[in-house]
């Protein structure tokens, strides 16, 4: 499913037009990501929770020359399924 599915999914299931799908869309998406960006987690419950985790700095190797290389640190997002989500994709 892609956005605009999902838009469209959503008028339908709360009555809504496209319209105002897409803006209640739009605007939990930027609550999501503002939540995270400021470090916070974003607990769904039933559903899952969106969390920030960070990955440590470490050592690679570049495929082409075969030299190891520095791979930064950084923050990435993570999402886990709740109870009643994992249940019902079951």
Do not use: H, W
Request: proline share 2%; no cysteine.
């Amino acid at each position: 499913m892609n956005k605009t599915e999902l838009i469209n999914a959503i008028a339908e299931n709360a009555g809504l037009n496209k319209a105002e799908a897409k803006k209640a869309l739009d605007a939990t998406l930027n609550a999501i990501s503002d939540a995270l960006k400021e470090g916070d987690k974003v607990a769904l419950v039933g559903f899952g929770t969106f969390s920030i985790s960070e990955r440590p700095s470490r050592t690679g190797i570049n495929p082409r020359t075969k030299e190891q290389i520095t791979i930064e640190a950084k923050k990435i997002a993570k999402f886990k399924a709740g109870a009643e989500l994992t249940e019902a994709i079951q």
